[in-house]
């Protein structure tokens, strides 16, 4: 059975850190291209950061930029994380991992809601004092 949860989500005040986590399974790839998605109350789902299933590609969107880092554990190709550092309160949404199986040499990084199609269960995120 395919899956992707993700893990790591809390309370955190601003200008804090958190680390969330991402674990895809049942795939029958070792590579994925993965991406971090959020949603705020009232707000469309967008794409936060994105990772090509060879990982010699990374994508940030703007508002995250010099903050946030999506990594990928080696040894373990289907875990991959999100560092998130000096959170702001507009940090604030549900954070959803997303998975798409892909080629080991592959360079491309998805940052559509439409180009995953394995999508975890989110996890809540908020920033407040």
């Known amino acids: 059975q395919l899956q992707v949860v993700e893990s790591g989500g809390g309370l955190v005040q601003p200008g804090g850190s958190l680390r969330l986590s991402c674990a895809a399974s049942g795939f029958t790839s070792n590579y994925y291209a993965m991406g971090w998605f959020r949603q705020a109350p009232g707000k469309e789902r967008e794409a936060v950061a994105c990772?090509?299933?060879?990982?010699?590609?990374?994508?940030y969107a703007d508002s995250v930029k010099g903050r946030f880092a999506i990594s990928r554990d080696n040894a373990k190709n289907n875990m991959m994380y999100l560092q998130m550092n000096s959170l702001k309160p507009e940090d604030t949404a549900v954070y959803y991992c997303?998975?798409?199986?892909?080629?080991?040499?592959?360079?491309?990084?998805?940052?559509?809601?439409?180009?995953?199609?394995?999508w975890g269960q989110g996890t809540q995120v908020t920033v407040s004092s």
């Open positions: 997303a998975a798409r199986p892909g080629p080991a040499w592959s360079n491309v990084c998805y940052q559509r809601n439409r180009d995953y199609a394995y």
């Open positions: 990772m090509s299933s060879s990982g010699g590609s990374t994508n």
